[in-house]
Each structure stands twice: as structure tokens, then as C-alpha cells.
């Protein structure tokens, strides 16, 4: 089995009030796992089993669906683990703030873009800040496609992500997406989404 599932890096609850315990099981001990699971099995014989996620998605129109939805949903949830933390949300500095600042205007401007692309994306997906050769740009994707994937309408390399799929907060916030999205700049790994720019750029 090539692929496996991540442990959290943190307790389930770690991220309370913002994001429950129970989603938190629920989304990575069954969501996450099933797509690691399905990944496996759509990638069983397939050479592409030993190349790197990030190099299957970005041939992923070459691909069968199940590996676009599954390779896609393994990919972003080890990430949205990562740019999560406990006491998170302070504002960024060093680098990605001022990178922030010069793209977007400031900080507020760019959550609120943020925010919106997660708000307006209809049904199940991903809001995403990107790395464009440095360049920082909002996008979101539907289902479990990312920025990474050939077929994506706007490429670049994810620093952040915010997955606005039901599962990721319906038993909290039932119908009030924009309740989950205002409480995520709670929880946000500033520190991560840094060593993430400075990796893409
Ligand atoms: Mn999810």
C-alpha cells in the first residue's frame, strides 16, 4: 500500500470550540482514511503507485476519476491537518505577511477574499491560497481537485487551504458556513503556511 494515512498532529479536540472532536474523528479517521484507502485500490498495478502525490496530480487528467477524487482528497487533507494548530491565528509576519500585504492590500483584504472564495463555492470544495512563482492568489476547486492538478482552472502550489465541504463542519455549524469559515482564522498554522510559501516560491 503505497499511500497511508497521517496521524493528526494534534488530539481531535485540540482545535476546540472552533472545529469539535467529533468532526475531527469523523473527517480524518473516516473521510481522510477512505480516500487513502481508495487511493491504493485505484492506483492497485498501476506504475504510477511509487511517483509522489504531488507528481500524479499534476498528470491527473491522464488518470481515472477515482484517482483525481481520491489522489485529490489525500493530498489536501494531509495538508489541512498541517496548516491547522492549536492557539493559531495570530497574524502572519515575516515573509508570507508582507507577501499578503503587497498582493492582496493587507491582511483583512486577503481574508476577506479568502473567505469569500470559500463562501461562494457551491456544494462540496476548496478555497486555497497559492504560490504562483511567489506570486499569492485566492482560488477555490470543486469536489476534492486542487491547484496542483493539470485540470485545475487556476494552477499554482497550495500554502493554505480551507476545506469547505460539509462534513468538514456541519455537526458543529450545521448550515452556517460562514460561522466555520469566521472561526478557522482561529485555527490557522501561520508558521506552516510560511515554510509553505517559502518552499513554492
Ligand atoms: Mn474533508
Same mark, same amino acid.
Given at each position: 500500500?503505497?499511500?497511508?494515512?497521517?496521524?493528526?498532529?494534534?488530539?481531535?479536540?485540540?482545535? &476546540?470550540?472552533?472545529?469539535?472532536?467529533?468532526?475531527?474523528?469523523?473527517?480524518?479517521?473516516?473521510?481522510?482514511?477512505?480516500?487513502?484507502?481508495?487511493?491504493?485500490?485505484?492506483?492497485?498495478?498501476?506504475?504510477?503507485?511509487?511517483?509522489?502525490?504531488? &507528481?500524479?496530480?499534476?498528470?491527473?487528467?491522464?488518470?481515472?476519476?477515482?484517482?483525481?477524487?481520491?489522489?485529490?482528497?489525500?493530498?489536501?487533507?494531509?495538508?489541512?491537518?498541517?496548516?491547522?494548530?492549536?492557539?493559531?491565528?495570530?497574524?502572519?509576519?515575516?515573509?508570507?505577511?508582507?507577501?499578503?500585504?503587497?498582493?492582496?492590500?493587507?491582511?483583512?483584504?486577503?481574508?476577506?477574499?479568502?473567505?469569500?472564495?470559500?463562501?461562494?463555492?457551491?456544494?462540496?470544495?476548496?478555497?486555497?491560497?497559492?504560490?504562483?512563482?511567489?506570486?499569492?492568489?485566492?482560488? +477555490?476547486?470543486?469536489?476534492?481537485?486542487?491547484?496542483?492538478?493539470?485540470?485545475?482552472?487556476?494552477?499554482?502550489?497550495?500554502?493554505?487551504?480551507?476545506?469547505?465541504?460539509?462534513?468538514?463542519?456541519?455537526?458543529?455549524?450545521?448550515?452556517?458556513?460562514?460561522?466555520?469559515?469566521?472561526?478557522?482564522?482561529?485555527?490557522?498554522?501561520?508558521?506552516?503556511?510560511? +515554510?509553505?510559501?517559502?518552499?513554492?516560491?
Amino acid at each position: 500500500m503505497p499511500f497511508t494515512l497521517p496521524a493528526l498532529p494534534y488530539a481531535p479536540d485540540a482545535l &476546540e470550540p472552533f472545529i469539535d472532536k467529533m468532526t475531527m474523528e469523523i473527517h480524518h479517521g473516516k473521510h481522510h482514511a477512505a480516500y487513502v484507502t481508495n487511493l491504493n485500490k485505484a492506483l492497485e498495478g498501476n506504475e504510477w503507485a511509487s511517483k509522489p502525490i504531488e &507528481e500524479i496530480l499534476a498528470s491527473i487528467s491522464k488518470l481515472p476519476m477515482a484517482v483525481r477524487n481520491n489522489g485529490g482528497g489525500h493530498y489536501n487533507h494531509s495538508l489541512f491537518w498541517n496548516i491547522l494548530k492549536v492557539n493559531g491565528g495570530k497574524a502572519p509576519g515575516g515573509d508570507i505577511g508582507a507577501a499578503i500585504t503587497r498582493d492582496f492590500g493587507s491582511v483583512d483584504k486577503f481574508k476577506e477574499q479568502f473567505a469569500n472564495a470559500g463562501m461562494t463555492r457551491f456544494g462540496s470544495g476548496w478555497a486555497w491560497l497559492i504560490s504562483q512563482h511567489g506570486k499569492l492568489v485566492v482560488a +477555490s476547486s470543486p469536489n476534492q481537485d486542487n491547484p496542483l492538478m493539470d485540470i485545475a482552472e487556476v494552477k499554482g502550489v497550495p500554502v493554505l487551504g480551507m476545506d469547505v465541504w460539509e462534513h468538514a463542519y456541519y455537526l458543529k455549524y450545521q448550515n452556517r458556513r460562514a460561522d466555520y469559515v469566521a472561526a478557522f482564522w482561529n485555527v490557522v498554522n501561520w508558521d506552516e503556511v510560511a +515554510s509553505r510559501y517559502a518552499t513554492a516560491k
